[in-house]
């Protein structure tokens, strides 16, 4: 599809476009006349999210009906991003995120009231929509572009508390971080280029079909560069290092942001790159020759393992839940590494079940921030027993427990779908280590709820107000998790169609 | 969608749960009385159930069968049979009964209750589901609950206990849902049907696979029975937990465990159960015998050396429940009804030694066994009842135990002579402890610390008389019971026996 022709389907970043540029022209208008931010970015934000959101569902012919109802997809702009149900479906989950974290933003304290807060709507937005473009590039050059402008917008997002010494060192470290495995991703890429002599995904495809088998060993190690790139996104091991320090360093909303928005986007761009950009014309022929899938196999359980034996001492909440991500990361890795259908089918479920479970213990630690200025374990201390303290208690404890994948909450459907594709596919070890790790993980989650709900509060502890704003998007998530745990044969169906990558 | 007798026997506490959620937290009266109406129901049902049961007829009764996720063709499918029925009016019996136990429970009343409730649902959901997903589902679910109620309202190390408890028993789920997976995956089309799984797998997955299944559903499993050496969490977890916890923990927690041997490790491996692996002995049953045997002598001995009164209590549990694994090994008719009917036997005699165990600590505030003296002159009452209690614990003929612990060991004889009198011998040691307990505790010169101390009262009274009552028909007159259980128990039997392996491989 042309270009003019392609706009009418580019709708929702087109929107994200539109809140950006009018953020930016609002922030400057009340700079000039020397007036404090107030309500309006975060406004424009938050509209322009929830517009694009709008037209990613009612795109016509195209939205959640059209794509999610059965395979299918065009081209979008001369072949560099791919409009199929897989990109609706990541449009649709980052959509959500940006709403939510906007929506999070707008709460917070870290955030609002800083002189500069139109600056940081805009960045979340060009954020936002980068992710977008992310789930659709169809092109080395478009991923490359997409990727390097999440990266970019996240290092200033992470560094966006002034004077504060933890989150100017850890913006410095992701952007150090970031320059390598994008360098070496980069890299990569043009050794697949020189070997296939194109930058389409589906010309890679085709190309690498009919490759020499004397060729093998140069596309392994551009497969193994590329998936640096995309290792580093996901914060895999050994490419996680910056996780920690961004998360603990960030404003939580970014944090938020970056643990489920941009995990997600490096997922979607990870499974369209391999499976419809190298093993298109048949994963075995290309990858039964090089040693990949076990590397990635392997790759996947140091990521569960360290996250999870990382965890287990932590005492910030949100370094905690950084390493419980890089975890998860691995959980999604393990469905990867199956390299079949199923595999991506459980990677897409799991990231929608994780939107939802991490977000919520992301906000309840907003919240609770918020009102104490604290973010340690320490202060979560019988939160339970605390004036005004059960409901988010409680909340946060459905968010913990589905993470650590209890039934029937979400987080179980979640790994039970991811272990079940590997035990299809017989990567019974991996399915083992990933069980395992998963009783590891219990004890850091149980070990936060023991803390909000065996012990007792401190005798100082002030009583704690949240208002009905704030606690009602923690009670929708958190009723979410339930409910997608014991009815959630629709997402399957939903997962199946998206999982089907548009291969034209 | 009809809902059948069983769904509203799962979920109607849940229903209940919900209602106390929007009770102010305050009304500690209404909410007590409402978590008992929301018992009652389901206790009531279990009677009907009982009326309504045909022992004689083949496979499951009041089934009900609906989709829940077709494209994975996991089903909301739950029955009872004769395996299970007696397990189902167990659990609606002591939830009943331990909401009335619970109404000394003054911190956090509204979540107390609540979370009984949700752990009601999760046991008799376990017990009725043939499906292995939402077996699963209920079998995980009592986990949340159970860490809550033993980590809040438990003793002094509860939180200890409780995340002991919480840890190992995750351990053995997970083995579990490796074997459960691997063998939903086997037949084509895929299948979470417990009933008919076995069948469909027979032939399709080796004998050495199967075994290797056998030994991961076992190790699941054996850490809820608990077997010797997966115990450990047992006495750590009953000591903590509140008295009324404690009853569920051993009258239903524990039965699960041998439950889940013979409905999936015989029910849906009965090849790998009777493999020859072993100069033509089934290593499955010389497994369970051993370690039957071990827990019997090992539960025996531990509880000989305990201070505690519910430590000593905990540990009998162990032991008992080596009876139900030695009568499930020997796999004669007597043997596996022995069995089946002393899961029963140990859930209503641990349960009535639990709550005896409450009534002493509420009034003394310890369970040291030496701190008392002589309480059957200060308290006749109590004394009675407790000694009615340990003497069926013990295996007096006339009261239930003695009736399974002999079928067990008739059964047993047959197949195991050498451990069956290890086993026998084991009485003696039990007689021992209690006997001893009795003494110390409860003759001799009164301690005048305690002379105050207050009789048992008609709560207390209400919760064990029926229980007492129980003990003492199915001493009389077992079959009750083993009319109900015993022809579904042979047709399992019959089941594992036809699928045993060809004779040459045996007679090797």
Known sequence: ?504 | MQLGVLTWMVFFPVLGMAAILLLPSRAHGPIRWTAAAATVLPLALSAWLLAHFDPHAAGFQFVQRNTWIPAYRIEYFVGVDGVSITMVVLTALLSFLCIFASFGIEKGVKGYFALFLLLETGMMGTFVALDLFLFYVFWELMLLPMYFLIGIWGGPRREYAAIKFFLYTLLGSVLLLVALLYLYFTPSPHSFDMTQLGALVRDKIPLEVQVVLWIALFVGFAIKIPAFPFHTWLPDAHVEAPTAISVILAGVLLKMGTYGILRINYGILPTATLAPLWGGHSVAFWLLAALGTLNIVYGAVCAMAQSDLKKLVAYSSISHMGYVMLGMAAFTPQGINGAVLQMFNHGTITAMLFLLVGVVYDRAHHRDIDGFGGLASIVPLYTGVTGFAFFAAMGLPGLSAFISEVLVLLGAWQVYPALTVVAASAVVLTAGYMLWTLQRMYLGQPNPKYAGLAEINGRELFTLAPLAAIVLVLGIYPTLILNLQSPALVRLADQVRAAAPPPQVAAR
């Open chain 1, 1 to 504: 599809m042309g270009n003019a022709e392609s706009l009418a389907y580019f709708l929702p970043e087109l929107a994200l476009i539109g809140a950006l540029l009018a953020v930016l022209v609002v922030d400057l208008a009340l700079t000039a006349r020397k007036r404090p931010a107030g309500e309006w970015p975060g406004t424009v934000a938050l509209l322009g999210a929830a517009a694009a959101l709008v037209w990613t569902i009612g795109l016509p012919g195209l939205g959640v009906r059209g794509l999610l109802g059965q395979a299918g997809g065009t081209w979008l702009f001369g072949r560099m991003l791919v409009l199929d149900g897989f990109s609706v479906f990541f449009k649709l989950l980052l959509g959500l995120a940006l709403l939510a974290v906007v929506w999070m933003s707008l709460g917070s304290r870290e955030v609002r009231g800083r002189p500069n807060e139109g600056e940081y709507f805009l960045l979340l937005l060009a954020s936002g929509l980068a992710m977008f473009l992310m789930a659709a590039a169809g092109n080395l050059l478009m991923a490359y572009l997409s990727l390097e402008f999440v990266s970019l917008t996240s290092y200033v997002l992470t560094g966006f508390l002034p004077h504060d010494r933890r989150a100017g060192e850890a913006a410095l470290k992701y952007l150090i971080y970031g320059g390598v495995a994008s360098g070496a991703m980069i890299y990569g890429m043009s050794w697949l280029f020189g070997l296939t002599g194109t930058m389409d995904y589906v010309g890679i495809a085709r190309a690498v079909a009919a490759l020499d088998p004397a060729s093998r060993g140069a596309l392994f190690v551009a497969l193994v560069l590329v998936l640096v790139g995309f290792g580093y996104k996901v914060a895999a091991v050994p490419f996680h290092m910056w996780a920690p320090d961004v998360y603990t360093g960030a404003p939580i909303p970014v944090t938020a942001f970056l643990a489920v928005g941009s995990k997600a986007a490096g997922f979607a761009m990870l499974l369209r790159f391999f499976h419809f950009g190298v093993t298109a014309a048949g994963p075995q022929a290309v990858l039964a020759a090089v040693p990949f899938l076990p590397l990635v196999a392997v790759a996947s359980c140091a990521t569960m393992t360290l996250g999870n034996l990382a965890a287990l001492s932590q005492q910030n909440m949100k370094r905690l839940l950084a390493y419980s991500s890089i975890a998860h990361a691995g959980y999604a890795l393990l469905a990867f590494a199956v390299f079949a259908d199923a595999g991506v089918e459980a990677v897409l479920f799991y990231l929608a079940v994780y939107y939802l479970m991490n977000l919520g213990a992301f906000w309840v630690v907003m919240l609770m921030a918020n009102a104490t200025g604290r973010e340690d374990v320490e202060a979560y201390r019988g939160l339970a027993w605390r004036a005004g303290g059960a409901f988010p208690a409680v909340a946060l404890a459905v968010f913990l427990f589905s993470l650590a994948g209890l039934p029937p909450l979400a987080g179980f459907v979640g790994k039970f779908y991811v272990f079940a594709a590997g035990i299809q596919e017989r990567l019974y070890w991996l399915v083992v280590a990933g069980l395992l790790n998963s009783v590891v993980a219990l004890y850091y989650y149980a070990r936060v709820v023991k803390a909000m709900f065996l012990d007792e509060p401190a005798a100082g502890d002030p009583p704690l107000s949240f208002g009905l704003g704030e606690l009602s998007p923690v009670g929708v998530l958190s009723a979410s998790t339930l409910l997608l745990g014991i009815r959630f044969g629709w997402l399957l169906d939903r997962v199946a169609v998206a999982g089907r990558l548009f291969a034209g």
